[in-house]
């Protein structure tokens, strides 16, 4: 009897601590979950065709929302927008913005692939991809590569709920004189710029660093406006806040931006951002 006690009971504690182990390692794996969900950061793919009139901005646009967007979407890229520029109607150079993010580098390739498939998957797509050589559907490409700032590492929809051909997106891109002053204008919007920006209800789309682009070292984002005036009220309203009057003075953040390049961009009726 004795013999069976002791076999029992030790059998008992084995089975205890077999379940609080299977317990623990749940609780790490969850963990790790809500940890890396919180703290992973997205990366963003912009990719901007460079047209040269009305007809060769037409054919991207259709491109893009009857092939592209479909092929994205079914391979399971959901936060992408498209957007024009808005530039006068004597400008010689129209642009097309394509924004698409990603979870991780991982899904540059599948995107890749993706982008290929397109281009051959319906009759606007090969209208597009088998354009004659003297009547091509654009001038140039070009694509640039961003990682989500620590601060901001989603790339958000943005909340805006004006008229669609009324709203403004704006494009920014701050460029430095090294990579010293990128890094320390990157910690400037970590450190307060950003929950700047949301206070004052800037709606932002995503906050960048340039990893692969023309213009580095550089860091770009997207605001976002009910209206050109709405913008414009926005900004007069930031530059008069005694948080940025104190950030900006501040002499740890002096020089770190060479050059401030604006963009405003419309949404087309299609876009999900």
Do not use: C
């Not at 990157?186 to 709606?203: A, H, P, T, Y």
């Amino acid at each position: 009897m004795k013999i069976f006690f002791l076999t029992f009971r030790n059998t008992f504690f084995r089975l205890v601590l077999f379940l609080i182990f299977l317990l623990l390692l749940q609780g790490s794996f969850v963990f790790a979950q809500k940890t890396d969900s919180k703290t992973s950061r997205e990366y963003i793919e912009i990719r901007v065709y460079h047209t040269t009139d009305s007809e060769q901005l037409a054919t991207v646009d259709r491109y893009v929302q009857s092939s592209l967007f479909p092929a994205l979407e079914k391979a399971g890229f959901t936060k992408i927008g498209a957007f024009k520029a808005i530039d006068s109607d004597t400008a010689k150079e129209k642009r097309f913005y394509v924004i698409i993010s990603l979870s991780s580098l991982a899904q540059l390739e599948k995107l890749n692939g993706t982008v290929d498939q397109s281009l051959t998957d319906s009759v606007t797509a090969r209208a597009y991809t088998n354009a004659l050589y003297n009547a091509p559907p654009y001038s140039r490409f070009e694509t640039i590569l961003l990682q989500a700032f620590e601060g901001a590492p989603r790339v958000k929809p943005s909340g805006t709920k004006g008229n669609l051909n009324e709203r403004v997106y704006e494009l920014r891109s701050y460029e430095s004189a090294t990579e010293a002053l990128h890094r320390n204008k990157v910690k400037m919007f970590n450190s307060g710029e950003i929950d700047l920006f949301q206070r004052l209800g800037f709606n932002a789309v995503f906050y960048g660093q340039v990893i692969a682009g023309s213009q580095m070292p550089n860091l770009m984002y997207i605001t976002s406006f009910d209206s050109k005036a709405a913008r414009d009220e926005h900004w007069k309203t930031f530059g008069s806040d005694p948080t940025w009057k104190a950030m900006s003075s501040a002499p740890e953040y002096q020089h770190n931006v060479s050059k401030n390049t604006s963009i405003f961009l419309r949404p087309t009726s299609y876009s999900r951002l």
